[in-house]
């Protein structure tokens, strides 16, 4: 059997080497709006190259980047705007201006790229989550139930016959709320960068940390409020704001309303050792977002033995923290309030969930991601269907074979 090439139930599988996979994305790592999913579709990409592939990454235009350029084995290609990358790419796409290409990776962050549309080749659809309360809260009025119209009714149909990849199971069973039917998801977890190494040791005053883009459903809001009401039985209380967005100049303006002052501090953008500093000295990290396919800050955060107080209802939340064991989930803003102030009290209770933070931050590698999401596309490529079912031990990766995590159905 030649390397990069899997047996299944039905023969063997394509191999991989010299294919060429497209990924259509609206953002890469290197825009200033980019984020955690960013951070996973290069990973996924950077997997693929590694064994034998030819990538493409093709995303909106943004000043922090040439319009075209090759990195790490990886083809960027950067066309449109925020809204006008979606017919660029398709346009790119149909045209074979990113030449011949055997496989898609539409990466659907509420709105896909509408590929079906313009090839027959294989497409595997990416999502990290689905936007159901996010459209109302980012756009209004008609463009709100457009989108999650789109979303919710038109993308299922669309990529009725192609296969899937969630981030979590939470994802997974949004996906089959939304329609998507048969054993064609398969769940591809991130991993967690290696620790980036920094001066040891917790702050000698209480600090809890927000770390991501800014924007209005990370609801850091909510960091801001439960941090200004325990900061009398916490003196000295700190806030630190890491990222930036277009939401920035709202939250500057929020806290200066509220008096925080002091207490709380924006970091704004930062390089990879000062975020790293950052979650070393937290004693807790908070994580009031709306919604998370997985939250790859969790894991950054853990790995510096800082636990997390997230939202239960975000989702990804319940598998990347056990709860009551790496970190807390909560329900309400109150009960964030009251789960921080707790913690900050209980330097036991903390310490434990540090150590669990720690471990947990281990249990997923972008080794494993990267071999789950290679095995993916190996199956598209050849037409078959991979499903995943739920793992034994949560911390485990869903990267198995038939029987014991994946299961295999040829189209």
């Known amino acids: 059997m030649r390397e990069g090439q899997t047996e299944d139930p039905g023969g063997p599988l394509e191999p991989l080497a010299g294919k060429h996979v497209a990924f259509l994305s609206w953002r890469d790592t290197r825009n200033p709006e980019g984020g955690g999913a960013e951070r996973y579709l290069e990973k996924m990409a950077a997997g ?45 796409l149909a045209s074979g201006r990113l030449g011949e290409v055997d496989l898609v990776v539409d990466v659907q962050n509420g709105m896909p790229f509408l590929s079906r549309l313009v090839t027959r080749r294989p497409v595997v659809v990416l999502v990290h989550h689905v936007h159901r309360e996010q459209w109302p809260v980012v756009y209004s009025g008609a463009t709100a139930k457009v989108g999650w119209w789109v979303e919710r009714r038109f993308a299922p149909w669309l990529y009725r016959r192609c296969q899937y990849v969630a981030v979590s199971r939470a994802t997974r069973a949004e996906l089959r709320e939304l329609g998507v039917r048969g054993p064609r998801i398969a769940v591809v977890h991130n991993g967690t960068d290696p620790v980036v190494p920094v001066d040891p040791g917790k702050s000698a005053i209480p600090v809890v940390a927000v770390v991501g883009r800014l924007v209005p459903h990370k609801q850091v809001e909510h960091a801001i409020d439960a941090v200004l009401a325990l900061r009398d039985r916490h ?115 903390r310490g434990r969930l540090a150590d669990g933070a720690r471990r947990m931050s281990h249990a997923y590698t972008w080794d494993q991601a990267q071999h789950s999401f290679a095995l993916v596309v190996q199956a598209a490529l050849s037409r078959v269907h991979v499903d995943s079912q739920d793992p034994a031990d949560p911390q485990e990766l869903v990267s198995k074979r038939r029987g014991t995590g994946w299961w295999w159905r040829r189209r």
């Open 48 to 92: 693929l190259v590694a064994r034998g592939c030819r990538v493409t990454i093709f995303c909106a235009a943004h000043a922090a980047a040439p319009p075209e350029e090759v990195v790490d084995g990886i083809t960027f290609v950067r066309r449109g705007s925020k809204m006008s990358v979606y017919p660029a790419g398709l346009r790119a």
């Open 235 to 349: 003196p000295g209380l700190r806030l630190h704001v890491v990222g930036g967005g277009w939401w920035e100049a709202e939250l500057h303006e929020y806290a200066r309303s509220r008096g925080a002052g002091a207490s709380v501090v924006f970091e704004g953008h930062v390089d990879e050792e000062r975020k790293h500093e950052v979650y070393e000295r937290a004693w807790l990290l908070a994580l009031p977002s709306l919604k998370e396919g997985w939250g790859l800050v969790i894991g950054e955060a853990g790995m510096h033995a800082t636990p997390t107080v997230a939202y239960r209802s975000a989702g990804g939340t319940r598998e990347s923290i056990e709860d009551g064991r790496s970190g807390v989930l909560v329900d309400t803003p109150e009960q964030l309030t009251e789960t921080i102030g707790r913690l900050l009290d209980d330097d036991e209770e």
